[in-house]
């Protein structure tokens, strides 16, 4: 049984004819090969390699009309023919160009319409370029935002929509913002806010409804503070404060408390 992969096929899914390739001298010659290295081939791999051997005939193909041909090509072609790419329909295309740019040709596509492109550029430019990214309308982007920006531009963040750029915010934040991020409505935010707390302010969150910040908060604030979990609903913090205060905690009937970590909105 033959599969694409065995076939030697062009963009178009006609079978590629080295006879009539313009490029047939180079077979001769070792700088191609019939699905290894080839130009007409619609594979991306196959595309690759034959570039890697003739780099110079790259800048013909960069207004192929099959994408992966032009995305490929504005990797081994003259740089100075790049910047048009930039506006090329395909983001797989654009984003070959601007890898390879200079930094200011990159901003003007924070505003990609693609969110691929976007979370690309996002994770190559730092500090002040990426404050018009804080409110990209893509979750991922802000989030990738969130793991570059120096902690100056992360109060821009505080407040967004997503859990998941929340959280990366408490990680990173400066210590004046973690107050604030630990009374987030989201338990795995505060976790993190929590984890980077000092005994002494961390001990606000003694009754938060999230057993592991309560956990957080008896495993480090100073034992005489433990008083008022010791008859705490989870039995892993019992049983840290127990083990901290030297209080043996009498037997309960209770029910098993679950320890998956609460559902939030």
């Not at 982007?141 to 967004?160: C, E, F, I, T």
Request: charged letters at 30%; one cysteine or more.
């Amino acid at each position: 049984m033959t599969t694409d992969i065995d076939e030697a096929r062009d963009w178009q899914g006609n079978e590629v004819d080295c006879a009539s390739c313009p490029h047939r001298d180079l077979l001769s010659a070792g700088r191609c090969e019939l699905k290894k290295a080839c130009v007409q081939d619609r594979y991306a791999r196959r595309l690759e390699r034959f570039f890697q051997q003739n780099r110079a005939i790259a800048d013909d193909y960069l207004m192929h009309p099959y994408f992966e041909v032009r995305a490929v090509a504005a990797g081994y072609a003259t740089v100075f023919l790049l910047p048009r790419l930039l506006q090329d329909p395909d983001e797989t295309v654009r984003w070959s160009a601007a890898r390879r740019l200079p930094k200011r040709y990159l901003l003007p596509l924070r505003a990609d319409p693609h969110r691929e492109v976007r979370i690309r550029i996002a994770s190559v430019l730092s500090d002040e370029d990426l404050r018009p990214m804080v409110n990209d309308s893509d979750y991922y982007v802000r989030q990738v935002v969130a793991k570059r920006a120096s902690p100056g531009l992360l109060p821009l963040l505080v407040l967004d929509p997503d859990s998941g750029v929340r959280r990366e915010v408490a990680r990173r934040i400066g210590p004046e913002w973690l107050a604030q991020m630990a009374m987030d409505k989201d338990g795995d935010v505060r976790l993190e806010a929590a984890r980077r707390m000092s005994p002494g302010r961390v001990l606000a969150l003694i009754d938060d409804p999230d057993w592991r910040i309560r956990y957080e908060v008896a495993s480090r604030v100073d034992t005489y503070e433990l008083t008022e979990l010791l008859d705490d609903p989870d039995p892993l913090v019992r049983e840290l404060v127990c083990s901290r205060t030297g209080f043996i905690e009498p037997a309960r009937s209770a029910s098993p408390q679950s320890h998956a970590a609460p559902v939030t909105e």
